[in-house]
């Protein structure tokens, strides 16, 4: 089946504690996004990459980085950076370029601080 | 920068009841995207609009871009409890954020039987 996953489902961070969360997809999309949902903000672009071994920041990248070695996969490491972690995280992907900017999203992770 | 304002935020409708959510942007839109989403995960795409005045359904779904292209109503005919959700408007973001999708907050729907 094509598709996104996003691993795990749930997740649980101590205090200090660097944490991440997996997101592959075999869509054979060039761009993959990250995007934090907190109730009642909506979704707010936290890293995105268009390209293999490129990515960029979003609205609220502070606390968090990415890599894009491969193309299928996305990982987001939440660092002990970020105060506040607590929150829904989706991944998304899509072939990109503006107008026509489908994107498909994974069934997210939710990750709680112990 | 854009931001889109989604309304009602909530909406609780009684089942075979029609029902509209409305999406408006602070800037003219290129690309303007409906997705759905049952609590506690992904977003599930239904529609997407470009052209001023277009409109596209899916069953019993229909969505509508304005001729300024800045306003979007998603309307569900014969409401049904498999309509419950979160609904979400996105658009094509701009500010150097090239290729990602703006959202509004949600309009959570509750379908009473």
């Known amino acids: 089946d094509g598709g996104i996953t996003q691993s795990p489902k749930y997740l649980f961070r101590k205090e200090g504690q660097n944490v991440t969360l997996s997101c592959e997809q075999n869509?054979?999309?060039?761009?993959m996004y990250w995007y934090r949902q907190d109730p009642g903000q909506g979704l707010r672009l936290i890293y995105y990459?268009?390209?293999?071994?490129?990515?960029q920041k979003g609205d609220i990248a502070e606390g968090y980085s990415v890599s894009r070695e491969k193309k299928e996969s996305f990982p987001l490491t939440v660092t002990s950076a970020q105060k506040n972690p607590t929150a829904f995280y989706l991944c998304?992907?899509?072939?990109?370029?503006?107008?026509?900017?489908?994107?498909?999203f994974g069934a997210g992770t939710r990750l709680s601080v112990l | 920068s854009q931001e889109l304002e989604q309304s009602p935020q909530s909406l609780i409708v009684q089942e075979g009841k029609n029902l509209t959510i409305n999406c408006t942007s602070s800037?003219?839109?290129?690309?303007l995207y409906w997705y759905k989403q049952k609590y506690g995960e992904g977003l599930i795409f239904l529609m997407m609009?470009?052209?001023?005045?277009e409109e596209k359904s899916h069953e019993k779904i229909t969505a509508k871009l304005d001729e300024k292209k800045q306003q979007s109503s998603l309307h569900i005919t014969a409401s049904q409890p498999s309509h419950a959700g979160i609904y979400l408007c996105?658009?094509?973001?701009?500010?150097?954020?090239?290729?990602?999708?703006?959202f509004g907050k949600g309009t959570k729907l509750s379908v009473k039987p």
């Open positions: 998304a992907s899509g072939y990109g370029g503006r107008a026509k900017n489908i994107q498909y």
């Open positions: 869509l054979n999309h060039d761009a």
């Open positions: 990459s268009q390209i293999v071994n490129d990515f």
């Open positions: 800037k003219t839109l290129y690309g």
């Open positions: 609009l470009q052209k001023g005045g």
């Open positions: 996105g658009a094509d973001g701009y500010g150097g954020s090239q290729g990602n999708l703006i």
